[in-house]
């Protein structure tokens, strides 16, 4: 079982540089919204290009990556070679499969970028087709970060792989950056589809790329320094790679239908697109889903990862008390850090839009209305997050698939009748399916892993997570409280949002800490000892 104080300074390691990483993504996020706008063509355009390589890379080996890399090297260590054989068999076989679909994946750009758009003009089609051309090689990169530093996390070195994506965001940034210079902003100089010249195209695709290169080819360094040394393998019968191939196979099915449902949100959202109405579309969708994932990227997954190498131990030595012990503690601490987050995102939604996406007043509610919707889902999707990785730490990738499964035949039901509501919101109604269907998966993941395992400790964690809500609600009727005093200032100007959105998100985090601490929350109190421990040290 892992201690708290090992887990908390592992999680804090990582949470420092995700949270690093997500503060220069927002200031990427902007810039991005600056050079090319949010509900403008081109940047729905540029949003569908780059995010392909990153949902291809999901469906193929994201989930495939993360479910089987750590429970098999760590079940190889306790071969007599330490299981470096295996591990360089295994990353080799990867190694191709990324190299194949990577190539693959580019030559059929026009392809994936029809499947993911909708109701496109063929100038708007050939823009993005363009930017995929130079964003698609992004999928052999991520594949690569992804398994080097999954390496690293199965050998608890667990920092490297949470501070890289630092790099690929201040890459990304001065590339933006440049652009702006050369090329103007959307406000001063309209980038319409017309203007798009091939030095354009390859510097706002081709810096994109280079980001995820280096994103992923900083970890070598690492590795280097905690002794493994990496050598092309053949040869891949025979050696135990048979469990592995089964988990893929059904995680890649997860995966699958998972990524058939984002298709059918990412056309369904581009058909809200109308131009000239400023409605909430691909890219909005995309501004409030970066939203969203911050708290959980922040807490849960790096809570996750730190459990993960122990789950799987654990799993591996048949110690189900103490894989239970730490699931339970892990569903806890993330929800204290996730209550509150859903509480200020509902009270800030629009604020934080503004000052991620800029734009006016319009802009700003439309997509901080996207925000609302989504946060609502936070709470169960960190928490089925957490119940995935113990089915993972026992192999066992089937269980998540049939979970998944109607999940996602109930969302994307639900987004394709979205259609029949006004454009303005039906982005808004996608989030809120989306904040539906991570409830019913959380509910049904728990209930298997109460069978599997026995008592879970559901009455514990329903009982902090009851408290976590209580402290929420007072600490968003006193962040709702504040806005009443002056409504029109939040949503006046960019800097204004940004001094809202502090000033409130202050106030609220202190009301829900003194909350918290009234009403004796056990999970605050060992934060809160561990942090008073450090200061004595």
Known sequence: MASFSSLARSSAIMTAGTLTSR???????????????VTAVQADAFDVA???????????????????????????????????????????LSFLLLAVVSVIATIAAPILVWLYSSGWSPEQMALATAFAYWCLPQLFFYGLYTLLGQVLNAKSSFGPYMWAPVLNNIVAIAGLAVFIVVFGTNAANPHTLDTWTPEKIALMGGSATLGVAAQAL????????????????????????????????????????????????????????????????????????????????????????ALFTSLSKNAAEHDTEAVKSDFSMGVRIVGLINAFAVAA???????????????????????????????????????????????????????????????????????????IFPKSVTVAIIGLVMSLGYLFAMILSFAILSKRLGDIDLRAIAQAHVKFLLAALAAGLAGYGMLLFFPDFALSGQWQAFVTTAGVGTVMLIVYIGVCFLLRVRELHSIIGLAAGKLKR
Do not use: C
Request: no cysteine; hydrophobic share 55%; glycine share 10%.
């Open 218 to 305: 900083i970890l070598i360094w690492p590795l280097g320094r905690i002794g493994f040394k990496y050598r092309p393998t053949f040869g891949f019968r025979g050696v135990g790679l048979g469990t592995a191939g089964k988990v893929a196979f059904w995680t890649f099915a997860a995966m699958l239908i998972g990524q058939l449902g984002f298709l059918i949100i990412s056309r369904v959202a581009a058909g809200a697109s109308v131009p000239g109405e400023g409605n909430a579309s691909n890219a909005a969708y995309t501004y409030a889903y970066l939203v969203f994932m911050l708290p959980h990227s922040l807490i849960a997954v790096s809570l996750a990862t």
């Open 23 to 37: 503060i220069l993504g927002l200031v990427k996020a902007s810039m991005l919204a600056l050079a090319i706008g």
């Open 50 to 92: 780059n995010k392909v390589p990153n949902t291809l890379y999901m469906l193929l080996a994201g989930g495939v990556v993360n479910a089987v890399l750590v429970p098999q090297l760590v079940r190889a260590t306790k071969r007599e070679d330490g299981g470096r054989d295996y591990t360089n068999r295994l990353l080799t």
């Open 345 to 419: 995102l509902v009270v800030l939604a629009s604020p934080v839009a503004m000052v991620i996406a800029g734009g006016g007043r319009e802009q700003a509610m439309a997509v901080g209305l996207v925000i609302i919707t989504m946060v609502f889902g936070l709470i169960p999707f960190s928490a089925n997050y957490l119940a995935q990785r113990v089915f993972y730490a026992y192999e066992d990738a089937r269980t998540p698939f049939f979970i998944q499964l109607p999940q996602i035949v109930f969302q994307s039901l639900a987004v394709l009748s979205a259609s």
